[in-house]
């Protein structure tokens, strides 16, 4: 573990140099009084550490049960404190990249080993951490999984005939192709600093919001431009339960959790009590878990016994860059090496690397949910511990 001082020195802003936990909120209520009170985009750096890993107990959720097998994660340490990279002219190393990434939590597994794992800030290996938008790639994992069950016939199919709310609206001519390369034409905006923009003002039950996405007018043709979109992926989650007959988090648990090994029950949360999970993010799990997600993917949706789950090629065509935006495929954020990302804002990261068997998480605390200034010391850690594992 790097010292809190390290922090501190580095990222004076985030919270004070003392233990982290110190002044967190403690019970129940007050944990409720913070889900009550405060927006979660606008949270401060101590409400962050205290709601990120608290969110079954500040917002509705849903378990995705383990299965009390855990897939195996053999350690093989390495020291990383050597890795460096620069981000404008200027020379960071592991704990640089801590630092300014406000990370809470780092995982590095190589070729099915753990070669290293660190906390900072009160998280331990049994932190559940909220995943932001990580959610939304687990959300292109269920979809696979209910097209090899032959409950999606095809990403042709238009997503109003699993949700009929949406005929007659802009979404009417929008397959599920396009709603999973974000780029069905309807307008959104995903500004998440601005508290009238739609990400922060689409708020309700299930049936509200594809009320809310069934107003929207339409700017482009389906297919011809990308525009990030949570809303859309929250109707890719409602196809999913359609489809499949059972909410996303008991689907998710049926089909990965507990047939691939997931070591800790995790959390999902949902629009409204008792009702359906958010597609386009906050799922709540460790880090190793998170990690599995990756080794997961990279074994292309078999499980240890060898049963696939996904169709075969899902992983490559889901991965494989869109006409609208060739950095991003179905819920899957693209590299030109051809390592692909989840990502989710605040620092949230599974960054899986094929060719390298290589699969990278972040748990972080950010001080805005996005800044390219962050983007740039991740991608240039990430491709830094890339080659510094490389055999």
Known sequence: MKPVAVLCVVAASWTACSPAQQNEPRSHDD?????????????????????????????????????????????????????????????????????????????VIKAGEIVFEEYDRGNTAETRWISFSIAKSVVS????????????????????????????????????????????????????????????????????????????????????????????????????????????????????????????DAYWQLVEPGGAEHGGCCISATLRDYGRIGLF?????????????????????????????DGYGYLWWLSHTGAYRALGIFGQAIFIDPEEKLVIVTHGAWPRATGKDLAAHRAAFFEAVTEAVAY
Not at 297 to 325: F, H, I, Q, Y
């Open 31 to 107: 944990l409720a009084n913070l889900g009550a009170h405060g927006d979660i985009l606008t949270w401060t750096p101590a409400q962050q550490l205290a709601g990120y890993r608290n969110m079954n107990r500040i917002a509705p959720t849903r378990v995705i049960a383990a299965g009390g097998r855990p897939y195996p994660l053999p350690e093989r340490p390495r020291d990383l404190s050597s890795v460096s990279y620069q981000v404008e002219g200027e020379t960071f190393d592991l704990a640089g990249f801590q630092a300014y990434n406000r990370v809470v939590g780092l995982l």
């Open 141 to 264: 994992l269920l979809m696979g999984a209910a097209i090899r069950e032959g409950r999606i016939e095809s990403l042709d199919d238009p997503v109003a005939a699993y949700l009929p709310g949406l005929e007659g609206t802009p979404y009417e001519d929008v397959t599920l192709r396009n709603a999973l390369q974000m780029a069905s034409g309807v307008e959104w905006n995903e500004d998440y600093a601005d508290p009238r923009s739609d990400v922060s003002t689409s708020r309700g039950t299930a049936a509200e919001r594809i009320r809310f996405l069934g107003a929207k007018p339409r700017v482009a043709p389906p297919g011809d431009r990308f525009n990030y979109n949570t809303g859309e992926t929250h109707l890719v989650g409602g196809v999913v339960r359609a489809a499949v007959g059972s909410d996303l988090a008991s689907y998710l648990a049926q089909k990965i959790w507990k047939p691939f090994g997931m070591e800790a």
């Open 297 to 325: 993917a990279l074994r292309e949706g078999v499980l240890p016994d060898g049963t696939p789950v996904l169709p075969d090629g899902w992983m490559a065509e889901s991965t494989t860059p869109s006409k609208s935006n």
